[in-house]
C-alpha cells in the first residue's frame, strides 16, 4: 500500500515537471518565433530594397520596348510620299539554343546553317562565336533591317517538315524603316529623318511631332519554374499628314526642270549644271495651297548626304568635315522658301496695284521713256531700252524701268511702303516648312525710301531690295484673286491611324491688299503681257494666260550674273493656278533674258491646265475648227 503511494506521489512530481518543461520550451519557441518575426520586420524595413534587387538579378527579367510606326506623308490624293516599312532583327536566345543542344547535340550546326541559307549576311561562325562568348544571353542582334518577306521566308521553314526541329533560340524583332515611294519627288519639301525618328529637313522636321507616336512596352519576369509574369502596353502610332502636292503636277514640273537643265548643261558643254539654281512654285491662288514645289540641284530622299551632284568624288574626298556640312546645307535648302534674292520686274505688277489703289495712277497716265532716268550725285538708272510713250498696260508689256521709276516717284515713298509691306514683303509668309527667313532688314523703311529717292527709283522696278519666292508668289495671288492674301501652306489636314481627323488647316485669310477693281484691271494686263510683251514665250496655245516676267542682275553688278523669272496664272478670267519660275544664274554666256524661265513655265503649263480641267479659250477653238 504503502509502495503503490510512493509510486503515484512521484508521478506526480514527474508530471509537474514535464509540464513545467513544455511550458517553458513553448514560451521559448514563442519568443524565438516573435524574435524572427521582428527581425523580418526589421530586415524589410533597413534592406528591403537591397534584398529584392538581388532576387531579381536571381531572376530572367524581361523589358523590351515595342518601337511606334511614324505616320506617313501622303499627296492630295493620298499617294504616300513617305511611309515607315516592317523590318525585323534576327534575335538569338543563347541560353535556349545551349539547352536545346543537351536533347539534340547537332542542333547548333543546323540552326547555325538554316541562318546562313536564308540570311547570307550572317555566318555560321556568327552563331558559335554567340553561344561561346554570352552562353547566358537571351538577347543576342544577328542582323538588323531583314525585310518582312525574308523573315516570313525563315518561319515558314521552321514550320515545314524540312525545318522542323532543326532551329532553336531564334525569334525576331520588329521596328520600322523610313522609305520614300518617289525618292526624288519634292525632296526639299518632303525631306528625311534621322536616327531615333528625329526629322531633318522638310515636312519630316516641320511635322515631327505628329508623325511620331509612342513607344509601347513589354515587360515582366520568368522565374527558375519558367512561369513568365508579363504585361503589354501597346505603341501609338504617329500621324498621317496629308498634304496639297499634287504628284503629277509635281513630276510635270520636275520634268520641265530637268528638261531644262539637262539643255543648258549640254550647250555650255563644260558643266554637269544647267544653272545654280532653278525653282519652281505651283500654288493654289485662291486658298494658299500649294501643288508643287521644286529645287534644282536636288537630292535623293533614299541617299540625301550623296554630295556627287554637286561636286566631283575627287574634291568631295578632299573637303574637311564643316566643308561637307556646309555643302549638304546647301544641297539640303528648300529654295522657294529660303533663299531671298532681288526679285526684278515681278515686282511691277504690286507698284502699279499700288498707284491704283491710292489714287495716284489713272489708266489715262502715260509715261515717256528716254532710256533712265538721272539722280543726285551722277546717278543714272538705265532702261534696257528707250521705249517712247508707254500706257500703264505698255509700261508692263514691255517691262519699262523708265515708266516704273516715274509711276513710283508719282505714288510716293510713304504709299509705296505702306503697300510692300500690306503684300507681305518684310515679313514671314508663316508657310509650314522650315527654312523661311526674316526679310524685315531686307527692304527699306518710308523714311530710307523718301530720303534717297534712288531707293525708291529701284525699288519700283524690283531691285535693291530682297524676296522671297512663297513671299512674291503669296502676294502676286492676292493680286489676281480679287485682293485677298493668304497664308501659304502645305499640310491640309492630319489624321490618326483609324482615319480620324485631328488637325485640319484651313485656308487663312491673312489681310486684303487691293479692291477687286484694281484686281480685274491688273489681270487684264498681265494677260496683254503674254499675249504681245516680254512673257509670249511661256504662252500655251488656246489657253488665256497673264504673267510677268523678270530680269534681275546680281549684286556685285556689272558682272553679267542675272536671276530671270516668270510668274503667271490661268485662266485670266478665273484664275486656278500659278506657275513661278526662278533661275539663278543659267548656264550661258548672256544671262539677262526671262525666256529661260518661260520656257519652263510653258512647259509646265502645257501639262498641267489640261489635268486641272481648265478649258481652252473659246474663239481659240473656233479658230482651230477653221
Excluded at 504503502?2 to 517553458?24: D, I, N, P, S
Excluded at 533597413?46 to 534587387?53: D, F, V
Excluded at 508623325?211 to 527558375?224: I, K, M
Excluded at 528638261?259 to 544653272?275: C, D, I
Amino acid at each position: 500500500m504503502t509502495e503503490v503511494r510512493k509510486r503515484k506521489r512521484k508521478g506526480k512530481r514527474l508530471f509537474k515537471r514535464m509540464q513545467r518543461t513544455l511550458t517553458a520550451l513553448f514560451f521559448i519557441c514563442l519568443a524565438l518565433f516573435c524574435f524572427v518575426i521582428l527581425r523580418v520586420i526589421y530586415i524589410q524595413a533597413a534592406n528591403g530594397n537591397r534584398y529584392a534587387k538581388q532576387v531579381l538579378r536571381q531572376q530572367q527579367y524581361q523589358n523590351r520596348t515595342i518601337p511606334f510606326k511614324r505616320g506617313d506623308i501622303v499627296d492630295a490624293k493620298g499617294t504616300t510620299l513617305a511611309t515607315s516599312i516592317d523590318v525585323y532583327s534576327v534575335i538569338l536566345d543563347c541560353r535556349a539554343l545551349k539547352e536545346s543542344q543537351q536533347k539534340n547535340k547537332d542542333i547548333l550546326d543546323t540552326t547555325a546553317s538554316s541562318l546562313h541559307r536564308y540570311f547570307p549576311d550572317i555566318s555560321e561562325d556568327d552563331v558559335r562565336e554567340a553561344i561561346e562568348k554570352h552562353p547566358d544571353s537571351q538577347y543576342r542582334v544577328l542582323k538588323k533591317k531583314e525585310s518582312y518577306q525574308s523573315m516570313k521566308a525563315f518561319e515558314k521553314f521552321m514550320d515545314s517538315d524540312e525545318g522542323s526541329g532543326k532551329v532553336a533560340g531564334i525569334w525576331f524583332e520588329k521596328e520600322y524603316e523610313r522609305k520614300y515611294p518617289y525618292p526624288d519627288l519634292a525632296s526639299s519639301v518632303i525631306g528625311f529623318v534621322a536616327s531615333g525618328n528625329a526629322g531633318v529637313t522638310g515636312l519630316e522636321n516641320q511635322y515631327n511631332s505628329y508623325l511620331n507616336g509612342t513607344d509601347g512596352r513589354s515587360f515582366g519576369y520568368q522565374n527558375e519554374d519558367n512561369s513568365l509574369e508579363k504585361n503589354v502596353v501597346e505603341p501609338i502610332n504617329g500621324y498621317t499628314i496629308q498634304t496639297s502636292i499634287d504628284v503629277l503636277t509635281q513630276q510635270a514640273v520636275n520634268q520641265a526642270v530637268e528638261k531644262f537643265n539637262n539643255k543648258m548643261a549640254k550647250a555650255a558643254g563644260n558643266h554637269k549644271r544647267g544653272s545654280k539654281n532653278t525653282a519652281v512654285l505651283v500654288m493654289n491662288p485662291n486658298n494658299g495651297q500649294i501643288y508643287a514645289m521644286s529645287t534644282y540641284p536636288t537630292f535623293s530622299l533614299d541617299d540625301p548626304r550623296d554630295l556627287t551632284v554637286l561636286y566631283s568624288k575627287k574634291k568631295i574626298k578632299s573637303m574637311t568635315d564643316k566643308e561637307s556640312l556646309d555643302a549638304l546645307n546647301e544641297l539640303w535648302q528648300n529654295f522657294p522658301v529660303s533663299h531671298t534674292y532681288e526679285p526684278g520686274s515681278t515686282y511691277k505688277p504690286f507698284t502699279i496695284s499700288a498707284g491704283f489703289e491710292t489714287g495716284t495712277l489713272s489708266a489715262k497716265n502715260k509715261f515717256f521713256c528716254d532710256g533712265g532716268e538721272s539722280f543726285p550725285g551722277g546717278v543714272y538708272v538705265r532702261c534696257e531700252s528707250h521705249h517712247g510713250i508707254q500706257t500703264i498696260r505698255e509700261a508692263l508689256m514691255h517691262s519699262c524701268n523708265d515708266a516704273l521709276m516715274q509711276i513710283g516717284k508719282k505714288e510716293g515713298a510713304a504709299n509705296f511702303s505702306r503697300y510692300q509691306h500690306l503684300f507681305g514683303f518684310g515679313q514671314k509668309t508663316g508657310i509650314d516648312l522650315p527654312g523661311e527667313p526674316r526679310t524685315n532688314t531686307l527692304i527699306y523703311s518710308e523714311k530710307q525710301l523718301k530720303s534717297q529717292p534712288i531707293n525708291l527709283a529701284t525699288n519700283s522696278f524690283g531691285q535693291n531690295f530682297n524676296t522671297t519666292m512663297v513671299q512674291l508668289a503669296s502676294g502676286f495671288c492676292s493680286i489676281i484673286n480679287g485682293g485677298t492674301l493668304y497664308k501659304p501652306t502645305v499640310v491640309t489636314k492630319i489624321e490618326d491611324e483609324s482615319g480620324n481627323t485631328v488637325k485640319k488647316n484651313e485656308p487663312v485669310v491673312l489681310k486684303k491688299t487691293i479692291s477687286k477693281a484694281t484686281s480685274d484691271r491688273m489681270r487684264d494686263y498681265l494677260k496683254s503681257v503674254v499675249t504681245g510683251g516680254t512673257g509670249v514665250k511661256a504662252a500655251v496655245k488656246g489657253y488665256s494666260i497673264g504673267g510677268k516676267t523678270g530680269t534681275a542682275e546680281k549684286q556685285p553688278r556689272r558682272q553679267g550674273k542675272y536671276l530671270v523669272s516668270f510668274i503667271g496664272f490661268a485662266p485670266v478670267e478665273n484664275p486656278r493656278i500659278v506657275v513661278y519660275v526662278v533661275v539663278d544664274e543659267p548656264n550661258a554666256a548672256d544671262q539677262a533674258h526671262s525666256n529661260y524661265a518661260q520656257e519652263i513655265a510653258h512647259d509646265i503649263f502645257k501639262t498641267v491646265l489640261p489635268y486641272y480641267g481648265i478649258s481652252r479659250e473659246k474663239k481659240q477653238k473656233e479658230t482651230d475648227k477653221k
